[in-house]
């Protein structure tokens, strides 16, 4: 069966980095575009990055030109790198397929 399984959430103070993971597997992973969503607390869950399969890539505002995300083919991986980290990055992240599936979502924390 299809399985998301996100990881690389934690606690980083403002400025820092987290390099998120989302492994993915039952299903053809080279040939799906893949997404980061984000929900903060009391908020609706936000795209923040997406990848194609011919890994063109797209972001929400907020993050560009601190937030990449990146495919390995050959592991079945998304990475999403953030730099430049500020308090209002901290939500919970999720690895999405169009197919409509979800990761179990990983925390970002960004306080001092």
């Known amino acids: 069966q299809v399985q998301l399984v996100d990881s690389g959430g934690g606690l980083v103070q403002p400025g820092g980095s987290l390099r998120l993971s989302c492994a993915a597997s039952g299903f053809i992973f080279r040939i799906s575009t893949m997404d980061w969503y984000r929900q903060a607390p009391g908020k609706e869950r936000d795209l923040v990055a997406r990848?194609?399969?011919?890994?063109?890539?797209t972001y929400a505002d907020s993050v560009k030109g601190r937030f990449t995300i990146s495919r390995d083919n050959t592991k079945g991986t998304v990475y999403l790198q953030m730099n430049s980290l500020k308090p209002e990055d901290t939500a919970v992240y999720y690895c999405?397929?169009?197919?409509?599936?979800w990761g179990q979502g990983t925390q970002v924390t960004v306080s001092s």
């Open positions: 999405h397929t169009l197919a409509g599936y």
């Open positions: 990848i194609t399969s011919a890994g063109t890539t």
